[in-house]
């Protein structure tokens, strides 16, 4: 492992990413709350709609996706305020794609972020509006006329073609799961199920930020290896972690005879294999010096993490 | 009825007017199919994803919406090349609201457009993913950098604003199924399930032309008072349709419960009404003279269609 690499998990900088962690993820929860306040008028529907939303959208979760658009931001020299509309469309669409693939027709889950699934509570009819209000919302989010029409275009263009990939590796993840394992498949699925969101959080982030090329281009590598790594982490604790610190089920990849990097190439090698993406990750941070330790802590947390 | 009203089904303009609209169709059809070849890049995705979204967005329907939307662009001076992605990007919304709809845990229906409908083929997994897939590549089409920056933005938010107002009516249209027939309710199911979409249709139009604001809120108006009486007909059509004509299964609001204008204003007002907003409609169109008699055509079609 490169000595470039600072664990936090090891370091004397633990506690201090932990709090800096914490205090971001409260910023992005506070935003997303008067969001939702703001929606409210919106969402007067003659429905549980709101509810379902709410339940979903506002409790909760590691908030990874707005917190690395900030830092991402931050890094090229973007303030908050500059990157929070894009931080809340992301977890948005975070959110709705949750909601849909928990459904009993794709991954069939009760549990998630240690409360019932959003199906569970609400049904499912009003689970699929759910996500869709959230998918098509954050769509709102990035065209208010608060954000300069140029960089709405570029934001929609990123969200949009990075939520494609998503569910194109979405709908390989769940056909895979008939097929015998194939590296091919399992990198193709991992690749986009949840990296090129990852991926489309740094190029967001930069793109708030009015970055140059070179550095969105940098920030989208790193995004790429972090993704890796963090669906590498997600399927090892799928096979090692427990139900009580993860709050959604455990094992059930395996039962599912899910395309995973464990099932197909092993838990020793993917270990490796998600520390390799996570040196790589904290590589392409090279050209921001000093800027990007967050990021590079960020990058220690995702695979260091139980839950 | 205002005399105003030419009647396409009675009147000697019927043919020609027929002519348009299927010419009008198949420039549509063809926009569709280049943009579905021109998308299989992006598709290859080792699923039967491709497959699912050529399946419902490849095949027919009446394409209503992107019909409106290139007229309506017509009447304030627009060109087909300007309307087309506004065109493609909301017969991409509009099916994959047909796509969700048609579910087991929303609608249940087994015929759509006269075949098979998606999830009946490809499974209800793969229904979902493709009809979330066909909707965030309404805006991919949409943030496309051969559309200028101001005119993306301002179509992105009508789209999405149109479609979280179609959303919202559809979770109200599911909800008050159990519940006793309520004329506020019906009203806002209508005005949100079809009206918002139809609405949004023709503001994309007019913004795609660079209409100014009161063709825009014309057009707006005109799209409101069609959306109700389109919904009116498609009420009163599934009383009193059948199967064959229709491509989908007649009697099934009924035997849902459904909130339906006839079965809260009864059939004869029902059929009144929607005469009634088919006339404020087309007088809506006053300001464009003669320049709308197709959009007026249109509105006759709507509600004269017996499918």
Redesign the interface.
């Known amino acids: 492992m490169s000595t470039s690499v600072s664990n936090p998990a090891t370091s004397g900088v633990q506690t201090d990413w932990q709090g800096w962690y914490a205090a971001r993820r409260s910023r992005v929860d506070q935003a997303i709350s008067e969001h939702l306040s703001a929606e409210k008028g ?2 007067a ?5 709101p509810e379902a939303v709410q339940y979903s959208l506002g409790k909760g979760g590691k908030r990874l996706r707005p917190v690395l658009i900030l830092e991402c931001c931050h890094v090229c020299g973007g303030s908050d305020e500059a990157a929070l509309p894009a931080a809340i469309a992301m977890e948005c669409v975070h959110t ?1 794609s949750l909601i ?1 693939d928990d ?1 009993p ?2 991954d069939d889950d009760d549990l998630r972020r240690g409360q019932a699934t959003n199906h569970k509570v609400f ?4 689970a ?2 759910a ?3 959230l ?3 954050a ?2 989010v ?4 608060k ?1 300069r ?2 960089l ?3 934001l ?2 990123a ?3 990075g ?2 990939g998503m ?6 993840d ?3 799961e008939s097929l015998p394992g194939s590296p091919e ?1 399992v990198e ?2 991992h690749a ?1 199920k949840t990296t090129r969101l990852l991926e489309t959080c740094c190029q967001m982030g930069a793109l708030c930020a009015n970055a140059d090329e070179q550095q969105v281009a940098a920030l989208r590598r790193f995004g790429q290896h972090l993704g890796l790594a963090f669906q590498i982490s997600d399927d090892l604790l799928d096979y090692g972690g427990s139900t009580a610190a993860l709050g959604k089920r455990v094992r059930k990849d395996a039962e599912a005879s899910k395309q995973t990097f464990p099932s197909v190439f092993g838990i020793e090698q993917s270990r490796v294999r998600a520390r390799q993406e996570t040196e790589a990750a904290v590589a392409a941070l090279g050209p921001f010096g000093e800027r990007a330790d967050r990021l590079r802590g960020l990058a220690q947390y995702v695979i260091t993490r139980d839950r």
Chains 1, 2 share one sequence.
């Open positions: 919106r969402l529907s003659h429905s549980r709609l709705f849909h459904l027709a794709m049904g499912e009819a009003l699929i509006l996500g869709d209000w998918m098509t919302d769509f709102v990035l065209s208010s006329d954000i029409a140029e709405s275009t570029k929609v263009s969200l949009s073609q939520t494609l569910i194109a590796g979405q709908a390989a769940v056909e895979g498949l193709y699925i986009h």
